[in-house]
C-alpha cells in the first residue's frame, strides 16, 4: 500500500504583481494537478498600489486551493525578508505533518509542470530542503536586445561551467552531480519539521532566499540543488526587492565593458570566494577568456587518468589454523582472484 502524498503550501510574496500573477498562479495549478495531493497556494499581498488584490480576488484555481492576504507592512520591515516570512508562516498554517511540505516562489516567475512532484520525491528520498533550479524565458532575454542575450548568455555558460568545477572539486554524497549552486528565492522547498527546527525563515532585507538554506545546514539539515527542478522567472529591469534579480539584470546589460561584474570571479578564486581580491574580479571584457579556461579545466579533468589501486596482500585462500602456519607468505590479490 502505498503511502499517502503529504500536504503542500506554497508561499508567494507579492508586491504590485497583477500583471504577473495570472500566469504564474495558472503554471502552480498545473503543477498541482500533476502531483494529485493536497495543494494550498498561500499570496501573502503586501504594501499593493495595483490591481493585485482584485486580480487575486477573481482567480479561480481548478487543482489547488487559493488562499489570499493582504498585509501592510511598516517601513522598516518593508523588503524581501519580511515579505516572504510572512508569506510562509501563512503557508505552514495550512500544514500539520512533520512530513507536510512547505515551498516557495516568485510572482514573476511560472514553475515547471513537474515542480511539485520531483521536489516532493526529493524530499521524500531523506533530504530536508531543495533548492530548484532558475531559468530566464528565452523571449524575455531576446526582447532586452541583441548585445543584452549575448551577455547574459555568455554568464550563464560561466556559471554552468563554475557549477561543475565546484561540484568536482568538492563532492557531496547527498548532493552528486548533475546539480547546480543557486539558491534564490524562485524555488524553495523544505519540510514542514525543518522549517520549525530552524525557526521559520530568515529575515535579512537582502539574500533572505540563501540566508534560508544556510539555516537549513546549520541546523543538519541536507540541501539538494537537482537540475529537474525547473522555474522560469523574468528578466525584467524594475524588481520589487532593491538588490534583487531586477537590479542585477539592469546592472549587468547597461554597464561598460571592463567595469568589475559583481561577485563573478575568475578560475581559481570563483571555487572560493571568500579569499577573492579585487584583482580577480571579471568583466564582461575578460569573461570570454574566463569562459574558455573554466571549459579547458572541465576537459583536463575529465581525461584524467583514474587513481591507482595499492594491492592488497592476503593469505592464501582455504588453510585453517593460520595462526600456526609458520612461514606463511602473503601473495598479491590478483593471484588470487581468476
Same mark, same amino acid.
Given at each position: 500500500?502505498?503511502?499517502?502524498?503529504?500536504?503542500?503550501?506554497?508561499?508567494?510574496?507579492?508586491?504590485? *504583481?497583477?500583471?504577473?500573477?495570472?500566469?504564474?498562479?495558472? %503554471?502552480?495549478?498545473?503543477?498541482? $494537478?500533476?502531483?494529485?495531493?493536497?495543494?494550498?497556494?498561500?499570496?501573502?499581498?503586501?504594501?499593493? !498600489?495595483?490591481?493585485?488584490?482584485?486580480?487575486?480576488?477573481?482567480?479561480?484555481?481548478? @487543482?489547488?486551493?487559493?488562499?489570499?492576504?493582504?498585509?501592510?507592512?511598516?517601513?522598516?520591515?518593508? @523588503?524581501?525578508? +519580511? =515579505?516572504?516570512?510572512?508569506?510562509?508562516?501563512?503557508?505552514? &498554517?495550512?500544514?500539520?505533518?512533520?512530513?507536510?511540505?512547505?515551498?516557495?516562489? &516568485?510572482?514573476?516567475?511560472?514553475?515547471?509542470?513537474? +515542480?511539485?512532484?520531483?521536489?516532493?520525491?526529493?524530499?521524500?528520498?531523506?533530504?530536508? !530542503?531543495?533548492?530548484?533550479?532558475?531559468?530566464?524565458?528565452?523571449?524575455?532575454?531576446?526582447?532586452? $536586445?541583441?548585445?543584452?542575450?549575448?551577455?547574459?548568455?555568455?554568464? $550563464?555558460?560561466?556559471?554552468?561551467?563554475?557549477?561543475?568545477?565546484?561540484? &568536482?572539486?568538492?563532492?557531496?554524497?547527498?548532493?552528486? +552531480?548533475?546539480? @547546480?549552486?543557486?539558491?534564490?528565492?524562485?524555488?524553495?522547498?523544505?519540510?514542514?519539521?525543518?522549517?520549525?527546527?530552524?525557526?521559520?525563515?530568515?529575515?535579512?532585507?537582502?539574500? *533572505?532566499?540563501?540566508?534560508?538554506? %544556510? =539555516?537549513?545546514?546549520?541546523?543538519?539539515?541536507?540541501?539538494?540543488?537537482?537540475?529537474?527542478?525547473?522555474?522560469?522567472?523574468?528578466?525584467?529591469?524594475? $524588481?520589487?526587492?532593491?538588490?534583487?534579480? #531586477?537590479?542585477?539584470? %539592469?546592472? +549587468?546589460?547597461?554597464? &561598460?565593458?571592463? #567595469?568589475?561584474? @559583481?561577485?563573478?570571479?575568475?578560475?581559481? %578564486?570563483?571555487?572560493?570566494?571568500?579569499?577573492?581580491?579585487?584583482?580577480?574580479?571579471?568583466?564582461?571584457?575578460?569573461?570570454?577568456?574566463?569562459?574558455?579556461?573554466?571549459?579547458?579545466?572541465?576537459?583536463?579533468?575529465?581525461?584524467?587518468?583514474?587513481?591507482?589501486?595499492?594491492?592488497?596482500?592476503?593469505?592464501?585462500?582455504?588453510?585453517?589454523?593460520?595462526?600456526?602456519?609458520?612461514?606463511?607468505?602473503?601473495?598479491?590479490?590478483?593471484?588470487?582472484? !581468476?
Amino acid at each position: 500500500m502505498n503511502d499517502p502524498l503529504p500536504r503542500v503550501a506554497v508561499a508567494l510574496p507579492a508586491r504590485d *504583481e497583477a500583471a504577473c500573477l495570472p500566469v504564474c498562479l495558472a %503554471a502552480l495549478d498545473q503543477a498541482a $494537478g500533476r502531483f494529485g495531493g493536497a495543494v494550498t497556494i498561500v499570496v501573502v499581498a503586501n504594501n499593493c !498600489a495595483d490591481a493585485t488584490s482584485r486580480v487575486l480576488a477573481d482567480t479561480q484555481l481548478r @487543482h489547488a486551493t487559493l488562499r489570499p492576504r493582504a498585509v501592510t507592512l511598516l517601513p522598516r520591515f518593508r @523588503h524581501a525578508g +519580511w =515579505a516572504r516570512r510572512l508569506a510562509f508562516d501563512a503557508a505552514a &498554517d495550512a500544514l500539520s505533518a512533520d512530513t507536510d511540505v512547505l515551498m516557495s516562489s &516568485d510572482a514573476d516567475t511560472c514553475v515547471a509542470p513537474d +515542480w511539485i512532484t520531483r521536489t516532493v520525491a526529493y524530499l521524500d528520498s531523506g533530504m530536508d !530542503a531543495v533548492a530548484g533550479r532558475a531559468l530566464t524565458r528565452r523571449d524575455d532575454r531576446r526582447a532586452l $536586445g541583441h548585445e543584452a542575450m549575448r551577455r547574459l548568455n555568455l554568464l $550563464g555558460r560561466y556559471y554552468t561551467a563554475l557549477d561543475w568545477l565546484r561540484a &568536482d572539486a568538492s563532492p557531496d554524497p547527498y548532493d552528486p +552531480w548533475p546539480r @547546480h549552486f543557486y539558491e534564490g528565492g524562485a524555488s524553495i522547498a523544505l519540510t514542514l519539521q525543518t522549517y520549525r527546527r530552524i525557526g521559520g525563515a530568515p529575515t535579512p532585507a537582502l539574500a *533572505e532566499d540563501r540566508a534560508l538554506f %544556510a =539555516a537549513v545546514r546549520a541546523a543538519g539539515g541536507r540541501v539538494r540543488h537537482p537540475l529537474d527542478v525547473r522555474v522560469f522567472t523574468s528578466s525584467r529591469l524594475n $524588481g520589487r526587492a532593491p538588490g534583487g534579480m #531586477a537590479d542585477a539584470f %539592469a546592472r +549587468w546589460i547597461t554597464q &561598460d565593458l571592463t #567595469a568589475p561584474l @559583481h561577485e563573478t570571479y575568475a578560475v581559481p %578564486a570563483a571555487l572560493d570566494p571568500i579569499g577573492a581580491t579585487a584583482d580577480d574580479q571579471l568583466s564582461f571584457l575578460t569573461l570570454p577568456d574566463a569562459v574558455a579556461r573554466a571549459r579547458a579545466m572541465i576537459r583536463a579533468r575529465r581525461l584524467r587518468p583514474p587513481p591507482q589501486v595499492e594491492p592488497i596482500l592476503l593469505p592464501p585462500l582455504g588453510m585453517d589454523n593460520l595462526d600456526t602456519v609458520p612461514h606463511q607468505a602473503s601473495q598479491p590479490l590478483d593471484g588470487l582472484v !581468476a
